[in-house]
């Protein structure tokens, strides 16, 4: 089993849908997790941190299911903006090891 | 903001030669690393360091060496470059601790031919 797994899509979603993508994780020691957006060939660029308590950034919601090792990403009204991969992040500290999921691409369409 | 430079946007070389890449940081995070990214394999990291004089194996180090000679200057050197390190290089820095995020330079693009 991968250490981080993310569907890697595409999810082709119409302007003004809402979407979310899954992330799961295999080590339950696992300490921090985040959300970054990589557009097609440019570097990945954080999008939100995600919290024990779940974190709100405008249209972006981010949560953690540590019971289920797992975090969510929930985009509402997408924009054609939004079209990008995203790429699920675990901090494991006992390692201090970044781990990245393969991510998820988003294609929003008019 | 923080400023990871990477110096070659995009290199085109032969293969056997010596190649150079690298990394600067101005925002004196301890920990630097090099990662690459291929289609469909997502971002493997090859080294890592977390001081100067200090460095650390990734998952994917073979062909790879690397260089922290000072903290904010990261360099990867593939001594003798090969057609399947043909990729994009992503250099990254970040502050210890569990909360800190991890910043990008914008990537080399490297042909191997």
């Known amino acids: 089993r991968k250490e981080v797994e993310q569907d890697p899509g595409p999810f082709n979603v119409p302007e003004g849908a809402t979407v979310a993508f899954n992330c799961t994780y295999s080590n339950s020691a696992s300490q921090s997790f985040f959300w970054y957006r990589q557009d097609c060939r440019k570097e990945p660029k954080l999008l939100m941190s995600?919290?024990?308590s779940g974190n709100e950034d405008g249209r972006f919601t981010a949560q953690l299911n540590r019971a289920s090792q797992y975090i969510s990403l929930l985009i509402r009204d997408s924009k054609l903006s939004d079209s990008a991969t995203y790429l699920c992040v675990v901090f494991t500290g006992t390692a201090s090891k970044l781990t990245f999921g393969t991510g998820t691409r988003l294609q929003v369409t008019l | 903001d923080v400023k990871v430079t990477q110096s070659s946007r995009y290199l085109v070389k032969r293969t056997g030669e010596k190649v150079f890449l690298e990394c600067v940081q101005d925002?004196?995070?301890?920990?630097m690393f090099w990662y690459r990214q291929d289609p469909g394999l997502g971002l493997r990291l090859i080294y890592f360091?977390?001081?100067?004089?200090?460095?650390e194996k990734g998952d994917i180090p073979e062909g790879y060496s690397v260089s922290r000679e000072k903290k904010e200057r990261f360099s990867l050197i593939l001594e003798s470059a090969s057609t399947n390190q043909t990729s994009m290089y992503l250099c990254?820095?970040?502050?210890?601790?569990?909360?800190?995020?991890?910043?990008f330079g914008e990537g080399s693009w490297l042909t191997v031919v």
């Open positions: 990254a820095s970040r502050a210890g601790g569990s909360g800190n995020t991890i910043y």
């Open positions: 360091s977390y001081d100067v004089k200090m460095k």
């Open positions: 995600v919290y024990s």
């Open positions: 925002m004196d995070h301890e920990n």
